[in-house]
């Protein structure tokens, strides 16, 4: 059975998605959850809170997925397609909230304590290792990092500007291949 906390961060996402947070208003999001709309207040101090809270949650569990990923023993070409299948993946299975996270970004990232691990910092370190192993092409890997999230990213919004229909993950191979382009020395193509 669902919480009431629950209920009232899904009715949030999907009304900050569909109007923006500063047009959603704290009655919208108690009525899409049937719950009273100082239950809301229980849980958050403001309506900010709640979208911030969400945003910041959603970020650190793709950051905890990718870690997991990226600490499993495979070749870099490998860790590459894992944590785009995974990423495509975590889309997929909660569109709304991926949605939300997409637009929040620009509003909510400087928040992000930089001391805790991030899904760009799993990719950063990535990188790192592969440039040491002489495996991924040595350049400045915030760059580096900043491509491929890049690529990931633009697949995910455009499938928001309906340009691309289904889910997102059966362009997963396709996806994986062009950052194992950008980013694999020559000699691993």
Not at 96 to 114: E, G, N, T
Not at 130 to 156: C, E, F, H, W, Y
Not at 170 to 187: A, D, F, G, P
């Amino acid at each position: 059975m669902e919480s009431t906390r629950d209920k009232i961060i899904q009715a949030a996402v999907t009304l900050f998605v569909q109007q923006g947070v500063a047009s959603t208003t704290t009655r919208e999001i108690a009525a899409l959850a049937k719950v009273a709309e100082g239950s809301i207040y229980r849980y958050f101090s403001s309506k900010e809170e709640l979208a911030w809270q969400i945003f910041r949650d959603y970020h650190h569990q793709l950051a905890a997925t990718l870690q997991e990923i990226a600490e499993q023993p495979v070749s870099i070409r490998e860790q590459i397609t894992n944590l785009v299948v995974s990423f495509l993946q975590l889309a997929d299975d909660d569109w709304v909230l991926f949605q939300y996270y997409l637009i929040a970004q620009q509003k909510y990232m400087h928040k992000i304590d930089a001391n805790l691990l991030t899904p760009y910092q799993v990719i950063i370190d990535i990188i790192e290792q592969g440039i040491k192993q002489r495996l991924i092409r040595s350049n400045d890997p915030q760059i580096l990092a900043a491509m491929a999230m890049g690529a990931v990213n633009q697949v995910a919004i455009n499938k928001q500007f309906k340009r691309i229909d289904g889910p997102l993950s059966v362009h997963s191979k396709t996806v994986s291949n062009v950052i194992c382009r950008m980013l694999l020395s020559e000699n691993m193509d």
